[in-house]
């Protein structure tokens, strides 16, 4: 499981990061300084993914496991 979440994790990691940085450069306020936003916008947005792709490779798990007759 912990390779799926790896899996999951490089890709979620990449959209909210990708996410994170649209929005800061969207708001006037926070693109003034970019030099030091946009970094610390991408980081937030990996750190955030951490938990989410564990979550969602649980999910997948406890699908997986199950038999289907067709």
Same mark, same amino acid.
């Given at each position: 499981?912990?390779?799926? !979440?790896?899996? +999951?994790?490089?890709?979620?990691?990449? #959209? %909210? !990061? $990708?996410? &994170? #940085?649209? @929005? #800061?450069?969207?708001?006037?306020?926070? &693109? &003034?300084? /970019?030099? *030091?936003? +946009? /970094?610390? &916008? @991408?980081? !937030? $947005?990996?750190?955030?993914?951490? /938990?989410?792709?564990? %979550?969602? @490779?649980?999910? +997948? $798990?406890?699908? $997986?496991?199950? *038999?289907?007759? !067709?």
């Amino acid at each position: 499981m912990l390779k799926v !979440a790896i899996l +999951i994790w490089v890709m979620l990691g990449t #959209v %909210l !990061a $990708g996410s &994170a #940085v649209i @929005a #800061v450069l969207t708001m006037q306020d926070l &693109a &003034a300084s /970019p030099m *030091k936003v +946009i /970094p610390l &916008a @991408a980081l !937030a $947005g990996f750190i955030v993914a951490m /938990p989410l792709s564990y %979550l969602v @490779a649980t999910k +997948i $798990g406890h699908t $997986g496991g199950t *038999k289907r007759i !067709a």
